[in-house]
């Protein structure tokens, strides 16, 4: 099992009402899990329950058939974190958004944490800025002792790359982020970043 990073693509007035409503968030990550939803809704506490309060109607969220496209990174998104910006969990602008960037969605914990939401501008800061990255400036920075000392997940980077090539690892899923940005920017829309 282990920590993947996953990512959805939505649009604008979806990703407004998503904040206004995290626990929405269920909606477009899991569409087929009613229940995820209904857990993360508020309960109705006892006072409401003495005093007739009554617990926020369950909402219905429909989404466009050009959103909600969905990719994930496996376990190598920690990796291409620190092959983009040489840090752990750190880094500037948007070269960083993949652990730094957008918005926390809540606080609707939709497996370690709350996804985080970059806006359609945001997502076209963090193509821009991974446009220029090659695979070989990538390798150049590749320093599995480093990555090590810094605890950089999954613990693989050691490993004989003639029997486990963790760095073609990421560069294989550095492939799919930047498709899935690029993407997402060119239909001008939203993208949410969460670890399940």
Request: hydrophobic share 40%; proline share 7%; net charge negative.
């Amino acid at each position: 099992m282990g920590m993947c990073l996953a990512m959805s693509s939505l649009n604008t007035a979806t990703l407004q009402r998503v904040m206004a409503d995290p626990p929405l968030v269920w909606r477009v990550i899991a569409p087929e899990d009613p229940e995820a939803y209904e857990m993360a809704r508020p309960r109705r506490g006892l006072l409401g329950k003495i005093f007739g309060g009554k617990a926020a109607p369950a909402q219905n969220l429909v989404l466009g058939e050009d959103e909600v496209q969905n990719t994930d990174l496996d376990k190598a998104w920690h990796g291409i974190h620190y092959l983009l910006t040489g840090t752990a969990y750190q880094g500037e602008g948007p070269i960083s958004y993949l652990l730094t960037g957008g918005e926390d969605v809540g606080d609707v914990d939709v497996g370690y944490g709350p996804a985080r939401a970059l806006s359609p501008a945001e997502v076209h800061e963090f193509q821009q800025a991974l446009a220029p990255v090659t695979p070989e400036d990538l390798r150049a920075r590749f320093n599995p002792a480093e990555m090590k000392t810094m605890n950089i997940y999954p613990d693989i980077w050691d490993r004989d790359p003639a029997e486990d090539d963790s760095l073609g690892y990421c560069l294989d899923y550095f492939k799919v982020l930047r498709n899935f940005v690029d993407e997402t920017a060119f239909r001008k829309q939203a993208l949410l970043i969460y670890l399940t």
